[in-house]
């Protein structure tokens, strides 16, 4: 399996830009979450999905974020206009919640860095 | 609401014993993970207690204690390639809540 795949790895981009951050599930997964890392806040839970609908938008920072789930194949994140303070690293997981073992394990993309000047 | 605790920061020793503390206060519990994240890489699953006790997984073990809210992972023989971060990761509902986890430095 290919894991979870996210696009793009690095993105910098100006202040006021819209930016768009894409995400590939692993194949068969139900679930799909969008995460934010900081050096001072950690690892925190924006949004997640479950069979492609939201269920839990509370850690969105504000309305500049968005997030959507057209297919169980594909998911964005947006922000809109982009401020400084939206410079993080994006990560996307998904994980099952059927079939044997650890079901519940999310899996981790590799992270977009983002960079808003 | 959820608070996780992590120390900050840990060194050891390469060939040492390790142990990464976590505590937490939580409104709903569904089990407790341990994730690995070395610097700029995605985090790693490593283990994951839904009950009390000891879970043994090679060099590594994790233990749960669900009426005092903490667990720890325990890491032996400890190589330099286990210089990494450690997240410890409260399931709550379909959620993970996240602590801030540990900076482990491993020392020749």
């Known amino acids: 399996d290919a894991g979870v795949i996210q696009s793009p790895r690095h993105e910098v981009t100006e202040m006021g830009q819209e930016v768009t951050l894409r995400c590939k599930p692993i194949?068969?997964?139900?679930?799909l979450f969008w995460y934010r890392q900081t050096m001072m806040r950690g690892l925190e839970l924006l949004i997640y999905?479950?069979?492609?609908?939201?269920?839990?938008d509370s850690g969105m920072p504000e309305d500049r974020f968005s997030a959507k789930m057209p297919n169980a194949s594909f998911s964005t994140l947006k922000i809109q206009p982009s401020e400084p303070r939206d410079s993080a690293v994006y990560f996307c997981?998904?994980?099952?919640?059927?079939?044997?073992?650890?079901?519940?394990?999310?899996?981790f993309g590799p992270g977009t860095r983002l960079l808003v000047l | 609401g959820q608070n996780i605790d992590q120390p900050t920061e840990m060194t050891a020793t390469e060939g040492a014993i390790v142990q990464i503390n976590c505590t937490y206060q939580?409104?709903?519990?569904?089990?407790l993970f341990w994730y690995q994240q070395h610097a700029g890489e995605a985090p790693t699953f490593l283990s994951y207690?839904?009950?009390?006790g000891l879970e043994e997984k090679g060099r590594f073990s994790s233990f749960l204690s669900r009426s005092k809210g903490y667990s720890y992972l325990l890491l032996k023989e400890l190589q330099m390639k286990d210089s990494a971060s450690y997240l410890c990761a409260v399931r709550r509902t379909d959620k993970l809540i996240f602590g801030t986890g540990t900076r482990l430095q491993v020392f020749p």
């Open positions: 207690n839904v009950l009390d």
């Open positions: 194949s068969g997964h139900d679930y």
């Open positions: 939580t409104s709903g519990f569904n089990g």
């Open positions: 999905f479950n069979n492609n609908v939201p269920i839990d």
């Open positions: 997981a998904s994980s099952s919640s059927t079939g044997t073992g650890i079901k519940e394990t999310q899996y």
